[in-house]
């Protein structure tokens, strides 16, 4: 542990501040970061009173406002964006508070998903792009490559890139049907939870040679503060599925049947049919065999059940024995 007292030389403690900032954000020690960012702060005003030509003259002070104020923002950045609950919302705030200061023409996270890479979460000129799939098994893919491998990547150049990361040179004309993008510099992010790896962050750039080292600094920093939103939204969607489903069956529960029924209903369906149906007898399965095997038998009328389930109908336990069936813009004929 370095005793601050003893680092005489100003201008080496103002860079030691920067830095144990950054190392503390990338770390998760955010209340670590604040406070030297505050001694960051008041060291760079401290230089600045000195007016010395020997220690500050124009070009560095310059350069040190810079510095603080990227790195003010990016710290308010990633507060901010731990704030929301919709990944969307996330990036298109990402996008707008770095775009100030780093080309960024797309953005976007992939989620890891059986094997593939889904982006369903990603926006070019601030449009969002309808969801793009990579396979795991696209060794051609610098997306992969950063999964695959835990690390972080910066390329200004892919064209001539591609092939040192991946062993295969990019085909430029299948590259743009694929993504109908003209994309040259990229970096690329996992995105860790919970020790696993669930994702792929990327900002991406028309121009060649956009991103410095100083950019990833910063990209990883944002990154580390997305992963926390994507684990934040992850949890709320648990916790909100758990609340509406029933944990027997993998039904709607009565609240989910009944949110769900009145969103349906928003979207002004021409018909609605609707099935009520119990179990007869049942307490005399319990009786006799016993609760586990009654469990077993709701488990499967609940499999039985969800073999008509599609994008027009609602299924649930509505509780005990009581299942509720509503089918929307159906005849009465393929209701029955």
Known sequence: RLDFEQIENMNTRHSFYKRAAIISNLTGYYKSAYDYMVKYDLMYHKLVDLNSEKTMNEVIREEYKKTLTRFEMVAKVGRDITMYDDLDQVLLFALDALSSFMSIDSIGIGILKDEELKYEHF???GRKLNTKSIPLSNKSSLAVWSIINKKELISNDIENDNVIYTNEPLIREKAKQ???????????LPL???RETVGVFTIQSYKKYAYSK???EIFNIIGSYVAIALKNIKQAEDLERLSTTDGLTGLLNRRGFIEKFEEKILSQPRSI???MLDLDLFKQINDLYGHLFGDKVLQLIGIKLKSFEDKDTLLSRMGGEEFAFIAFDQTKESIQ
């Open 123 to 125: 926006f070019n000129e």
């Open 178 to 188: 694929s993504s109908d993008l003209d994309i040259n510099s990229v970096m690329f």
């Open 214 to 216: 100083e950019d990833m």
């Open 192 to 194: 860790v939870v919970k």
């Open 273 to 275: 049919g609707m099935i």
